[in-house]
């Protein structure tokens, strides 16, 4: 008994990736000085409450918190016992919306708790398809290589969930899910060839498909080929982010002096709070953004490397695929590098329940970053 005690405490005393918990905090607060300054306008147009946004995000943000550092004493290795349960829930969540979510501008994405606090189940089904394929990856490990029993037989698991999410219909989600899985069918082993014989033959062809055969994607998509041409309708939101961007300079136009949140960018502190955040802090304050991005990438890297077993190591390797993605995308978007998805910007874009998720994320990569160093140790 006492030999258990002890290490049971020094498995809840091993340090965390101090690091990483500086980069989080930081992302963290510059995203909520960014929500305060992005949502005023708007907020006061609503409601008359500038601080209606920001008041909201913050709450989410101290529970979210909380929530991390309590998840950060978790053992992760709880998880892998219920990697089943996680697709199942993962399937009836998508189910869900489809039933109870409430129609926004022709999608179903959400589900309404109250009039004012609605739920993404999109944003639980991520951590919960990492959790899934960390364990199912760990399981089948000797049969990866292979491409029926192992590429094939795991990458068919995605269709239900990815056809749930294609009903709503939300492409960015199902985009961002099938690379995370990917990403992590990589890593444990499934032969890369595989993947690009697959997406030559199946996956870019269904893309196209998907586009040519939905009028507003395939709008989208003529849009971002020349968005002046419709100047004022479908190429409006790409040439104001444009002009914020642009408008910034080096230096930015200062906190809190953009003109585009006037009601040109249609919900700044939503998807395009990066353009923004370009008008304000200028390249500058981008870059200092970007490289902030670009270290969590490296310590989730670092801890992925480090986990001591291979299913903790695939969480991390899913949770920091997970933010890559979704800042490459939003920011190619804002840039007009890609067409226009709805792509929030982690840690900055408005969502109470997307950041209190998030943050929970990170309680888990803290916890897989304790146990790597108390193994180190």
């Not at 929500?35 to 008041?55: Q, R």
């Not at 995000?57 to 950060?72: D, E, N, P, V, W």
């Not at 926004?104 to 109250?114: A, C, E, F, V």
């Amino acid at each position: 008994m006492p030999k258990k005690k002890k290490r049971f405490s020094s498995f809840f005393n091993t340090p965390m990736d101090f690091t990483l918990i500086v980069v989080i905090l930081l992302l963290l607060t510059i995203g909520l000085i960014m929500v305060l300054s992005a949502s005023s306008p708007s907020a006061l147009s609503e409601s008359g409450d500038s601080y209606k946004y920001f008041s909201k995000q913050l709450l989410f943000a101290i529970l979210g918190i909380i929530a991390m550092l309590l998840i950060s004493k978790i053992d992760y290795r709880f998880y892998q016992r219920f990697y089943k349960h996680a697709w199942i829930i993962s399937l009836i969540l998508l189910a869900l919306v489809l039933v109870m979510g409430k129609n926004i501008n022709g999608s179903k994405r959400w589900i309404y708790l109250t009039d004012t606090l609605s739920f993404q189940p999109s944003e639980l089904v991520k951590i919960l398809m990492i959790i899934f394929y960390a364990g199912i990856l760990t399981k089948n490990r000797g049969e990866l290589a292979k491409y029926n029993q192992g590429f094939l037989k795991h990458l068919c698991l995605l269709a239900p969930i990815i056809g749930l999410l294609m009903l709503q219909p939300h492409f960015s989600a199902s985009i961002v899910i099938v690379g995370i899985c990917s990403i992590m069918m990589i890593v444990a082993g499934c032969k890369f060839k595989h993947f690009v014989l697959t997406a030559g033959s199946v996956g870019i062809p269904t893309v196209m498909a998907l586009i040519i055969f939905s009028p507003y994607r395939l709008q989208r998509v003529v849009t971002f080929l020349d968005p002046w041409k419709d100047k004022t309708g479908d190429g409006w939101q790409v040439i104001q982010s444009l002009y914020a961007i642009g408008s910034g300079g080096l230096f930015g136009a200062g906190l809190g002096e953009s003109k585009q949140k006037y009601l040109y960018i249609p919900e700044p502190h939503n998807d395009f709070i990066f353009s923004i955040l370009g008008e304000e802090l200028g390249f500058i304050g981008c870059a200092i953004v970007l490289i902030l991005f670009a270290i969590f990438i490296w310590r989730g890297v670092l801890i992925a490397m480090r986990a001591p077993d291979m299913f903790g190591s695939l969480v991390a390797v899913g949770i920091t695929a997970l933010i890559a993605i979704q800042v490459i995308i939003n920011v190619a978007v804002v840039t007009s590098s890609m067409p226009v998805t709805g792509m929030p910007l982690p840690f900055f874009s408005y969502g109470g329940t997307a950041l209190f998720v998030i943050l929970c994320e990170m309680g888990i990569l803290l916890n897989i970053s304790r146990a790597g160093n108390k193994q180190k140790a």
